[in-house]
């Protein structure tokens, strides 16, 4: 898949990464809660590639993960992500396919990494 998405960065008090999504017709719904799903659920925790992986192996049927902020549906398919903290009649929910989601998260650790190493080496 290709994803396409372009890293932003706040060198604020609180230096975060972000990573936004643009063009991408296979992510359905809001978009930011993949981005924010990325910051303040995933982060550093690696063990989100097993999990996702699992999924698509069919080795598990569907796996729900809550999270700080989010709650991730992870299906072979598909995967669900829902703010849990949000107005219900204005949900943030996206889908997207759960091999994308992978590649996804794959990038955002690669990308995170060098974020973390360029805070430490200033």
Known sequence: ??????MKFNKKDNPK?????TD???IYGDATALSYW???DVGEFEKYLEIIDEAISGN??????GGNLYCAYLGK???FLQAVCTDPKEPEICSLPTTMLREIVEIWFREYKKFKEQQQNN
């Open 77 to 79: 398919e598909y995967t």
């Open 38 to 40: 990325l910051i303040d």
């Open 17 to 21: 990464i972000y990573m936004e999504f």
């Open 24 to 26: 991408n017709p296979e």
């Open 1 to 6: 898949m290709n994803v396409k998405y372009r």
């Open 60 to 65: 598990i049927v569907q796996e729900w993960i």
